[in-house]
Nanobody, 117 residues
């Protein structure tokens, strides 16, 4: 069974930093596009950042310049470094693994990130 396990969430003050990690198992990690999404209470799930198999990245406008997504194929892990956090970043952050032909889509259980003073 495929597993995506997030770690590193928590409570941080505005302006602080947090790093999330997502460890994948039972997939050929290097062949998957990896992404971080988030969902705040009462809001729809939104893309935060994604990284493809070549290492190309894409960010939501709201986090551009503050967040950085990286991947380590040797460790089957994708990371999200979050800097200059603001209260609006508060959400459950979910890891996603996706590939095409055939299309498959896996999700982690989520990690809570709370930005508050």
């Amino acid at each position: 069974q495929v597993q995506l396990v997030e770690s590193g969430g928590g409570l941080v003050q505005p302006g602080g930093s947090l790093s999330l990690a997502c460890a994948a198992s039972r997939i050929t990690f290097s062949t998957y596009k990896m992404g971080w999404y988030r969902q705040a209470p009462g809001k729809e799930r939104e893309l935060v950042a994604e990284i493809d198999v070549l290492g190309n990245t894409n960010y939501a406008d709201s986090v551009q310049g503050r967040f950085a997504i990286t991947r380590d194929n040797a460790k089957n892990t994708v990371y999200l470094q979050m800097n200059s956090l603001i209260p609006e970043d508060t959400a459950v952050y979910l890891c996603n693994a996706r590939r095409w032909r055939p299309y498959v889509d896996y999700w982690g259980q989520g990690a809570q990130v709370t930005v508050s003073s």
